[in-house]
């Protein structure tokens, strides 16, 4: 992979009407995005064009979400809520604490960090947060179960792997 410079390859599809905010993006495939963003919003890339929005969450902004599949994903808001992509439909999944991130390596397995707290999901229930550092944790990225690296607000990276319980 070589950069080529700012507009090497890059092309721009309009996702939302002007004015909607847009706080995140995964993509499973280069045919199967979602984007999220104010009000609960969902927007569904199909290869083609992008769908939506669904109204998934509403009245909370969604902050995040993680598709390790084009028939997963989990997003979360900073207001306490989760709500999942499975089975072709959206539902929620209650978090319990105001989340800034979420990862999920695999589908059905994911974490979610906010605050000084890590909680972890796996197929039917968020745990309660972990607290893993005073500074707040606002960003994770995991690339398996037991391999992640999330950063907190003074710039520390937190890794996490099983070998170092």
């Not at 507009?7 to 995005?33: F, K």
């Not at 979420?102 to 707290?117: D, K, M, N």
């Not at 890590?118 to 398996?144: L, M, S």
Request: with cysteine; charged share 10%.
């Amino acid at each position: 992979f070589t950069y080529a410079g700012p507009s090497a390859g890059w092309s721009q599809r309009t996702i939302a009407p002007s004015g909607q905010a847009l706080n995140a993006v995964s993509c499973a495939s280069p045919s199967a995005c979602v984007a999220v963003g104010a009000g609960g919003a969902v927007y569904r890339y199909d290869g083609a064009s992008w769908a939506g929005p669904a109204t998934v969450d509403s009245g909370h902004d969604l902050v995040s979400v993680s598709c390790p599949s084009a028939g997963f994903c989990m997003a979360v808001d900073s207001a306490g809520d989760a709500v999942q992509f499975s089975a072709g439909h959206w539902s929620a999944q209650p978090l319990g604490f105001s989340a800034a991130a979420v990862s999920c390596p695999v589908v059905g397995t994911c974490l979610a960090v906010g605050g000084g707290g890590v909680a972890t999901y796996g197929g039917d229930h968020w745990t309660a947060p972990a607290a893993v550092d005073t500074a707040g944790v606002n960003r994770i990225d995991c690339v398996a179960v037991n391999s992640c690296v999330a950063t907190d607000q003074n710039a520390n990276a937190l890794f996490y792997s099983a070998s170092a319980k």
